[in-house]
């Protein structure tokens, strides 16, 4: 019934915030630019998530095509900004989340899954039926609508959000997302009330829980500062948090005033100081280089995240 439910959201879509109100089983196309089918770039062994997702044998992960944010500085531009890969049916999408398993990694993990919620449900449903045993991860940008994750309930084991912005102002200026905040606390309140706001781990492997991530921008630390204090008041001190620190301007980005440079040590430092100041305790940190003022836009990896 619940898959039924939100195969008919095709028909009128409102899988996320933006509404786009099109018949994408009639081919209309919205902003995700995706029609009533499973879209994916590519599906591999992810040794590069953190620790308790990647584990020793790595993440399943599946690389889904285009997203409903619309982030001028997406690390990952080559898929999130393109809607061209390979069609599948949902049996198709539970035969590699099936592979992924024979493959020994320790969870299923498609990326930016919200345009393609529906069939990619359908497929978990039918992978589970066929003997997947392994955590569901649901990695998505944190632009969601809560009652979508709602329906979601006690299908997925691990919610993997990003909560990019806490200032509405770069929330528009850099993803074209108005209300991202509120969305992004709305739905992340709704999954740790699924999940809890700790995480479940076997042998150091999540097994169930909430990692939110939060991508430091150059610059933009009181935008950061204020993600941190939301969470705190909004949701919780024990969620796990994943402060990345790998931003890298890509070519489409070397001139912005803002955004043509990496983040420095001291700006880290600051963000992280700050979380411990807050109570985080449960904190995933990276090292720093200081910037290079001139980036190598050549050598930009999809993957490296």
Same mark, same amino acid.
Do not use: W
């Given at each position: ?15 996320c ?17 995706l ?14 998530e953190e %620790?308790p ?29 393109s809607s ?9 999408? /539970?035969e ?6 024979n ?8 990326v ?7 069939l ?6 039918m /992978? ?15 632009? *969601? ?20 912005y ?7 200026m ?5 209300e ?9 309140k709704?999954?740790?009330?699924q ?9 150091g492997v999540?097994?169930k ?15 950061s500062k204020?993600?941190?204090? =939301?969470?705190?008041? *909004? ?5 796990? =948090? ?31 100081d700050?979380? =411990? ?7 995933f ?7 290079? =003022?001139? %980036?190598d ?9």
């Amino acid at each position: 019934m619940i898959i039924q439910t939100l195969l008919d959201f095709y028909k009128d879509c409102v899988l996320c915030p933006r509404k786009c109100h099109v018949d994408r089983i009639k081919g209309e196309l919205g902003f995700c630019r995706l029609p009533a089918k499973i879209i994916m770039d590519c599906a591999l062994v992810h040794h590069g998530e953190e %620790p308790p997702l990647s584990g020793k044998n790595g993440a399943g992960t599946i690389f889904l095509s285009s997203c409903n944010l619309g982030c001028i500085y997406c690390q990952n531009y080559q898929i999130s900004h393109s809607s061209e890969g390979k069609e599948l049916s949902s049996r198709q999408l /539970a035969e590699v989340m099936l592979d992924l398993q024979n493959r020994q990694c320790h969870n299923v993990e498609p990326v930016t899954p919200t345009s393609q919620t529906p069939l990619i449900m359908e497929a978990l449903l039918m /992978a589970r039926a066929q003997g997947l045993n392994i955590p569901f991860v649901y990695n998505c940008g944190g632009y *969601e609508d809560p009652e979508i994750i709602k329906s979601l309930d006690g299908m997925v084991e691990i919610y993997l959000p990003d909560f990019k912005y806490g200032l509405e102002e770069d929330a528009v200026m850099f993803s074209s997302a108005p209300e991202y905040t509120r969305f992004a606390l709305d739905s992340i309140k709704e999954m740790v009330r699924q999940v809890g706001d700790e995480l479940e781990l076997k042998s150091g492997v999540a097994q169930k829980g909430v990692i939110i991530r939060h991508l430091v921008l150059p610059g933009r630390i009181e935008n950061s500062k204020e993600v941190l204090r =939301l969470i705190r008041k *909004e949701i919780s001190r024990n969620v796990y =948090l994943s402060l990345m620190s790998q931003y890298t301007p890509t070519a489409k980005v070397r001139n912005h005033p803002n955004l043509k440079r990496r983040i420095t040590k001291s700006e880290y430092k600051q963000l992280t100081d700050y979380a =411990l100041d807050l109570g985080f305790n449960n904190l995933f940190v990276q090292e720093v280089n200081d910037y290079e =003022l001139t %980036p190598d836009f050549d050598s930009e990896n999809p993957f490296d995240k």
